[in-house]
């Protein structure tokens, strides 16, 4: 056939597929689209699964390696028959979640993470390249197959100028189509309705060679046995591994290839169109294969050795001589390919500018984000998505030298694509599944995949060294990419398939094991996961005795709180007229009791929940433990925030406290070294105004005497003084080393007495002791507690005001304590006074008399405290009594 | 005319000290060791000086001065003021009650005699 006519011819059809295609989206637009909108429609749709690959390509996999070529056609029927329920649910979830892509659907399900678009954007725009690169080859294979036993005109371009025209032709064509306008739900009738038509075209067009080839050119069906069974393609084994892999790779390119997830989900219009498709569809691939094997057999037959089996379908009815039959299977064909072309780069059109283009746009400009030049961005976006996605598909048909078999390649595409399946499929039915998982599991799965089967695709030294091939890259043998970690016996797309999926699964669990899903992924997932659960509406109001009020209240426990939900419960119960706290479940009491519940956790859940354990389940109770374990999450946290803030108010005051104390302490400190000052500068003026005396000379001698005596008592003074300080400082900070031993009480009385018989020497004083009494042995440091008593004695020689002065000294031991009680006869010490005695410069009296500087009684209580005990005042004596308490045995230092 | 001197200070030897130092300069020195009957000393035999310690068992030197100064019969009577705190506050606010002068103890005898020819006019 003249190469002209070959191309009108093709035009022609084009045409015609833009007319059908512009005819049903007038229907659509007024709302008429009747039949079209019926699952038979969908099904054809569906048929965009059988490429210019399964057209042409299946007959040379059948001439080449017997049935294997089945593998493709059961992996979908397997899923189309027997897990149609997945599809469903991914129908359902694309329907409700209104999901534009694959893209979209990965990315909505993992908390609407933009990085999972663009990961699964690239991931399927890389493994659809070597897809269209195959449908590229197979048209292009085509017309030069055509053309050129016949050329009269035109000459036939070059196959590499041929391939440029298709590509460019395609995407004229796919531009045309797919982008005329913007729809919101992404759904393109017209496109649907064509792809339809292509679908019986090329069915009939394959249906049409066999037929001709069975009773044609063989004899019937058992003549045609007959030549199976003498053919090669009878000697063929079935290696149980690479069917089990080819199966798999084709179920899951089923689901998750861009164009069938396009025309299964974003396409479907009505839900109950996959019950019809669940069948019909394995029906349409069961006839699409039926001829494969006739056809192959009679094409090794006939043709001669050499000939591209892949092209037998096209090339057996020209060498036969039947035009008509030729050109039909060559739109068959044309058909396959175009309408793979088209839906895919739509698909792949709409993730690039919903994931790619847009987020980008929307961020250098984000003011003009919802003006309206975001549909001719939008437009523009997707045309140059065509158009590149096009040029990629040319640039690996140019790099990958077109020399491969069709199957070959479109397998690469099929294991790509299938590193999508555990996202979907965990995201699909685990609640647990994240975003971290998914990417993880995405790009470890994608590197494989392209490391071991597309890069080398292009051939040794094409991307990777050929060294790398035989050794592995650095010398490392186990990263070769046809035998990873050293297993190499493995066919290369199985090798791929097996590590690439199992690194994939492997990441995926991990990462969604080791982190926590956020917000917005927990509710997508919840969304996802349960899409069928949520639709029951339950009637509202409840009947008697339908839940244990026992379930109830551990229920309620989880998201009030225990001591909430029983005081709620039991104040119920006593409504009720009954004891304890599980009230009847009657209406009221259930209705009452969602309310509370809708408080703590909204009124759907609460609802829910009750349901639950009314016993209308409409959600797992995992899922309830789930959101009441949150819930007490939620409350724990509060509970925690709560504590902080008593904790801070409680730092807060002590910090005011420590503060006022340091304003005191700093107070105290300037008034005690005023204090001091005063106490070092009385002495030093007596010294100095008498030195200053004497040295001017000109002194009878007695007055000299007397002068010099006065400097010398007040230097004792002064000493004395400094040694009160030094003392009590160390007394005050702690650092005072304790003398221990056992000495008798009264030797230690009566030291203090001879000791404080210099004071005052000229009194005389009567002291009442009870030696007997005092005959105890003390654990203590006697210095010191004589120290003390010295202190009473002289204090009460100084300030007993009687004219016959007594001092009553009385012992007591009760328990591990001793007391000792210092009582004078004198009029005492005044009650207002009493508190302040034992402060440092408390001299309440004439101190001159006494030549002290107020320090003793402090000094006295910084000593009792080094040694365990006390010293206090004891009213109501009649004179001036201070009582000493010290443990009997003191065992170690007292700070 | 000998000046006639009030000494109102608590510490005995002090007291001794100043009434040796002024007496040999030529005044008459009287003394009091509180300073519960001052104003009332003063006001029935006003001194030509009254030399005032600050801390005094019973009432505290400032009150002293401020009675005195509120009462027009004393309120020009010289007044020399004595501390042994010695810090600036002091001096101010026995400055601001109407102090005439103020010494620290301890002080220079020199430097006493002279402040009491100054305040005693001679």
């Known amino acids: 056939m003249p190469f002209n006519l070959l191309v009108l011819s093709c035009l022609a059809y084009v045409v015609f597929l833009f007319a059908v295609a512009w005819w049903a989206e007038r229907r659509a637009a007024r709302g008429r689209l009747g039949w079209l909108q019926s699952p038979l429609i969908y099904t054809l749709s569906l048929s965009i699964y059988c490429t210019a690959w399964t057209f042409y390509g299946a007959v040379g996999y059948a001439a080449r390696s017997g049935l294997e070529f089945l593998t493709i056609y059961l992996g979908p029927t397997i899923v189309f028959v027997g897990w149609w329920w997945m599809l469903r649910k991914l129908v359902r979830i694309g329907r409700r979640q209104g999901v534009t892509s694959i893209a979209d659907l990965l990315s909505s399900r993992f908390g609407k993470s933009n990085l999972l678009g663009v990961i699964v954007t690239v991931i399927a725009v890389v493994a659809a390249t070597p897809y269209i690169a195959l449908q590229l080859q197979s048209v292009t294979l085509s017309f030069s197959v055509f053309a050129s036993p016949t050329d009269e005109g035109l000459a036939p371009p070059g196959t590499e100028a041929t391939a440029i025209w298709v590509a460019t032709g395609l995407a004229i064509f796919t531009i045309l189509f797919g982008t005329r306008n913007l729809d919101a739900k992404e759904q393109h009738h017209g496109i649907v309705t064509a792809i339809a038509v292509e679908a019986v075209v090329k069915l009939v067009a394959l249906i049409a060679v066999g037929v001709f080839v069975v009773w044609g050119l063989a004899d019937g069906p058992f003549d045609m046995k007959a030549r199976i069974d003498a053919s090669s393609i009878a000697d063929w084994n079935l290696q149980p591994g690479r069917w089990a892999g080819l199966m798999f790779a084709s179920g899951a390119a089923v689901i998750c290839l861009p164009r069938m997830f396009q025309v299964m989900v974003v396409e479907n219009a009505d839900e109950r169109h996959l019950s019809t498709a669940s069948w019909a569809f394995p029906l349409y691939l069961f006839a699409m294969s039926l001829f494969i094997v006739p056809i192959a057999v009679m094409g090794l037959e006939r043709l001669p050795a050499g000939s591209n089996a892949d092209m037998f379908v096209l090339t057996l009815p020209l060498a036969e001589g039947q035009g008509t039959l030729a050109m039909l299977a060559f739109l068959g064909g044309f058909s396959s390919a175009t309408s793979m072309v088209i839906v895919e780069s739509i698909a792949l059109a709409t993730m690039v500018s919903n994931h790619i283009v847009m987020p980008v746009w929307l961020r250098l400009r984000p003011a003009k984000g919802m003006s309206g030049d975001v549909r001719r961005l939008v437009l523009l976006a997707r045309r140059i998505s065509i158009a590149v996605v096009l040029g990629l598909g040319y640039a690996y048909y140019r790099k990958s030298g077109g020399s491969a078999t069709l199957a070959a390649i479109g397998l690469i595409a099929f294991a790509g694509v299938a590193q999508f399946l555990p996202a979907m499929v965990f995201g699909l039915f685990w609640r647990g599944a994240t975003r971290v998982g998914a990417v993880m599991g995405l790009s470890i799965g994608f590197v494989i995949w392209a490391y071991t089967l597309f890069l080398p695709s292009f051939g040794p030294d094409a991307v990777i060294p050929a060294q790398v091939f035989a050794e592995g890259p650095w010398g490392l043998d186990w990263l070769r990419p046809r035998a990873l970690f050293g297993v190499g016996a493995m066919d290369p797309l199985i090798h791929a398939l097996f590590w690439s999926m199992t690194l994939n699964t492997a990441a995926f669990l991990i990462g969604s094991l080791f982190t926590f899903p956020g917000p917005v992924e927990r509710m997508q997932g919840a969304a996802f996961v349960h899409v069928f659960d949520t639709a029951a509406a339950n009637p509202r109001g409840w009947q008697r005795g339908v839940a244990e009020p026992e379930d109830l209240l551990v229920m309620s426990q989880r998201i009030m709180g225990d001591e909430d939900a029983l005081a709620f419960f039991e104040a119920e119960a006593k409504d009720q007229g009954k004891a304890g706290y599980l009230p009847d479940p009657s209406p009221l009491f259930m209705a009452r009791l969602e309310r509370r519940l809708a408080g703590s956790v909204g009124a759907a859940t609460a609802h829910a929940m009750m349901s639950q354990l009314a016993g209308r389940a409409t959600v797992t109770v995992e899922d309830l433990m789930a959101v009441a374990s949150e819930s007490a999450q939620i409350m724990e946290y509060s509970a925690r925030l709560e504590s902080q803030q008593a904790e801070l108010t409680r730092t807060a005051r002590a910090l005011r406290e420590a503060n006022d104390k340091l304003t005191q302490l700093s107070v105290q400190k300037d008034a005690f070294l005023s204090q001091i000052s005063h106490e070092l500068r009385t002495p030093m003026t007596s010294i100095r105004a008498f030195s200053e005396i004497l040295t001017e000379g000109d002194l009878p001698a007695p007055m000299v005497a007397h002068y010099g005596r006065i400097i010398h008592d007040e230097a004792r003074r002064l000493t004395r003084l400094l040694d009160d300080l030094l003392d009590l400082s160390v007394l005050e900070n702690g650092t005072v080393q304790l003398n221990l031993g056992l000495t008798n009480l009264s030797q230690m009385i009566d030291r203090a007495l001879a000791s404080a018989s210099h004071t005052k020497p000229e009194r005389s004083f009567t002291i009442h002791r009870d030696l007997p009494m005092e005959n105890i042995f003390l654990r203590t440091d006697a210095d010191r507690l004589v120290q003390v008593f010295i202190n009473l004695i002289s204090n009460a020689r100084k300030y007993c005001d009687s004219p016959t002065p007594e001092l009553r000294i009385s012992v007591r031991q009760k328990g591990g304590r001793v007391t000792v009680d210092f009582v004078d006869n004198g009029s005492g010490i005044p009650q207002d006074s009493q508190a302040l005695i034992f402060e440092k410069f408390a001299r309440l009296t004439d101190q001159t008399r006494a030549g002290g500087a107020g320090l003793g009684l402090a000094i006295c209580r910084e000593v009792m405290a080094n040694l365990g005990g006390t010293i206090t005042y004891l009213p109501g004596q009649g004179g001036a009594a201070f009582r000493v308490a010290v443990p009997l045995r003191l065992e170690q230092q007292v700070a | ?122």
């Open chain 2, 1 to 122: 005319m000998t000046p006639r001197v009030l000494l109102i200070e608590d510490e005995p030897n002090i007291t001794e000290a100043i009434r040796f130092i002024l007496s040999r300069d030529g005044c008459e020195v009287v003394t009091l060791a509180d300073g519960l009957g001052a104003v009332q000393a003063v006001r029935k035999d006003v001194p030509d000086l009254l030399i005032l310690d600050l801390m005094l068992p019973g009432v505290s030197g400032l009150d002293i001065l401020v009675q005195l100064c509120a009462d027009p019969e004393t309120a020009l009577l010289p007044v020399l003021m004595l501390t042994a705190k010695g810090q600036g506050r002091d001096r101010e606010a026995a400055e601001r009650a109407g102090a005439n002068h103020f010494m620290t103890k301890p002080f220079s005898n020199d430097d006493m005699r002279a402040a009491v020819r100054a305040l005693t006019g001679r």
